[in-house]
């Protein structure tokens, strides 16, 4: 056996580990965090019966539609960025065939990281307003 081939259940194996296991567990908690951020919601929503309630109701309803809809963004974005890969290195374990096309496909996680690092940095305030203050702290520090 040559240096370069591998035994096809390795490539499995890491199709495994690295798209299928990580999917599986980030379903479930990002179910977990789903279903607690909307178990809050309607018991802050069941404490605050006031005349504003419908209004209320109405925001804490479209908070819990964005969550939902961010979760199911962040997934796309792994499955699209780190399954191809996998799935190519499975169909064809050698590689040689369409090696411009693995070349390609080797792209992808690096564009879903970086779009999973913009994603934090746009939706993350704390982490922005962080950023914000340490660029301002360096352009004072760089003046004096």
């Known amino acids: 056996m040559n240096d370069n081939e591998r035994p096809s259940w390795i490539n499995k194996y890491d199709l495994f580990i690295v798209v299928i296991f990580p999917s599986i567990l980030n379903i479930i908690l990002n179910l977990i965090i789903f279903f607690a951020v909307h178990s809050s919601t309607r018991r802050v929503h069941a404490l605050t019966i006031t005349t504003f309630s419908v209004r209320n109701s ?3 309803h479209a ?3 964005h969550l939902l809809k961010h979760i199911i963004f962040m997934f796309i974005v792994f ?8 799935v190519f290195s499975v169909v064809d374990p050698n590689e040689y065939m369409f ?3 693995s070349l390609i496909l080797e ?7 970086l779009i999973n690092m913009v994603d934090l940095f746009l ?6 307003q962080y950023l914000k203050e340490q660029f301002f702290k360096c352009l004072y520090l760089n003046q004096n």
Request: net charge neutral; hydrophobic share 45%; glycine share 4%.
């Open 58 to 60: 109405n925001h804490q």
């Open 63 to 65: 908070r819990d539609i």
């Open 79 to 86: 499955i699209i960025g780190w399954a191809p890969v996998y």
């Open 99 to 101: 090696s411009w096309i």
């Open 107 to 113: 792209l992808l996680p690096v564009l879903s990281s």
């Open 123 to 128: 939706y993350n305030h704390e982490l922005r």
